[in-house]
């Protein structure tokens, strides 16, 4: 593992785009701010019609996928992991998805806010409870974990 930088507040997307090793159209959170250790954090990812997924999911009324508001929790709780580390893994996985529920459509134009907090931690494994927020509703809330690995 390389020693990052651990006094991380904010991330934005070149800190984002060095920690995870996702890329468009894989990355699902555009910057991460009020970073807390690995306690806290939000997630932003801002909504455009040009990605790709609205080319077939609900053509001619854009809704943006549940799955992928999911994938972009558990990418901020991996950019919270590897900041409280203070080291670069060689991957972030995604390891569990509970009590996930999906509360109101997003559409492009929205912005996504994916507020996270740890549950807890055991080595190299963490647990979160997040909830996605558009406009200061809550549009999707889970409970996920990741995993740092060398390998």
């Excluded at 159209?25 to 009020?34: E, G, H, K, T, Y």
């Excluded at 970073?35 to 954090?41: A, L, P, Y």
Aim: hydrophobic residues 45%.
């Amino acid at each position: 593992m390389n020693k990052i930088v651990t006094t991380l507040e904010a991330a934005d997307i070149l800190t984002v785009l060095k920690m995870l090793p996702h890329r468009y159209p894989f990355l699902m959170v555009d910057r991460v701010i009020d970073i807390r250790g690995d306690e806290h954090g939000i997630g932003i990812k801002n909504v455009t019609i040009n990605e790709p997924h609205f080319q077939g999911h609900f053509p001619g009324n854009p809704v943006f996928p549940g799955v992928l508001m999911i994938e972009g929790m558990a990418q901020t709780a991996g950019v919270l992991c590897i900041a409280a580390t203070g080291t670069q893994p060689a991957s972030v996985f995604f390891l569990t998805i509970d009590k996930a529920k999906f509360r109101k459509p997003v559409r492009p134009g929205d912005t996504i806010e994916y507020h996270m907090d740890r549950i807890t931690r055991r080595r190299s494994m963490w647990w979160y409870r997040g909830e996605a927020k558009v406009a200061g509703q809550i549009v999707a809330e889970a409970e996920v974990g990741a995993m740092l690995s060398d390998a």
